[in-house]
């Protein structure tokens, strides 16, 4: 299965910033395996909540071992559902943002609602599903295996 990655000094992503206590930061980092946390400059966050001030330090997980999507390694639909069911939890508009600044909608991407090939699908309700696949109208359509 192939991720969501931002290249170094090539991309953009929106995302949410949530506070997390120092000593939280290990079971993070373990349920990030395979990924390393580095710190994120603040400089090139851009804030959309007016009044918001980035404290303290600001970490990205990034890996080296990019996997680009393939037949053989696919975007899976199921990883696509749980990233933007989250975005939606926030607003359509942000799920929308990110669809629109995200590339690669044209690799291959596999259809595994019914049998999910990424692990951790969480917090998806079959109206979140409905509105994905609306947003996604104007990207190919996931095959099936």
């Not at 590339?103 to 991407?109: A, N, Q």
Request: include cysteine; hydrophobic fraction near 40%; glycine fraction near 6%.
């Amino acid at each position: 299965m192939s991720h969501l990655v931002v290249r170094e000094g090539e991309g953009q992503c929106n995302g949410v910033l949530i506070h997390i206590e120092d000593d939280a930061l290990e079971v993070f980092d373990i349920r990030e395996a395979g990924y390393q946390r580095v710190p994120l400059d603040s400089k090139r966050i851009q804030v959309l909540e007016a009044g918001f001030v980035v404290e303290g330090p600001v970490y990205v997980y990034v890996t080296d071992e990019v996997v680009a999507p393939c037949y053989t390694h696919p975007i899976a639909q199921s990883y696509v559902d749980t990233v933007l069911a989250g975005c939606l939890r926030y607003s359509a508009d942000f799920a929308e943002c990110f669809i629109s600044s995200t590339l690669g909608w044209h690799f291959p991407r596999i259809d595994d609602r019914r049998q999910p090939v990424y692990q951790r699908v969480a917090g998806i309700e079959d109206s979140d599903r409905v509105l994905i696949d609306n947003m996604l109208q104007c990207c190919p359509r996931p095959f099936k295996r």
